[in-house]
């Protein structure tokens, strides 16, 4: 079982920049491909960007070039670096694990298997 815990998360003006973390327990983080998520109010779960457990990274192409999402596999922690934040950006951000070893990074939800409880970006404009 792998627990994922969300901070970061703020209120911040359109242009601006925040940083989110996920906290991952257990051991075997370095195994999982992780993957960042949003919701925003009224819409789906929408993939935001993965990185599979050897480090290869893919984006949605509404982020591409302003979202970088990293993994620091010594601390247990998935990171997301948000540049250049518009308005649109405002959702609920879920970190989320896959158990599976895949060669490319899955983008849809039901792949997979441990959900952090997220937390709140606003973008004012």
């Known amino acids: 079982q792998v627990q994922l815990v969300e901070s970061g998360g703020g209120l911040v003006q359109a242009g601006g920049s925040l940083r989110l973390s996920c906290k991952a327990s257990?051991?075997?983080?370095?195994?999982?491909?992780m993957a960042w998520f949003r919701q925003g109010s009224g819409k789906g779960r929408e993939f935001v960007a993965g990185v599979s457990g050897n480090g290869n990274t893919y984006y949605s192409d509404s982020v591409k070039g302003r979202l970088t999402i990293s993994r620091d596999n010594g601390k247990n922690t998935l990171y997301l670096q948000m540049n250049s934040l518009k308005p649109e950006d405002t959702a609920v951000y879920y970190c989320a694990a896959d158990r599976n070893t895949r060669v490319a990074v899955p983008t849809r939800a039901i792949q997979y298997d441990y959900w952090g409880r997220g937390t709140q970006v606003t973008v004012s404009s």
């Open positions: 257990g051991r075997t983080f370095s195994m999982y491909g």
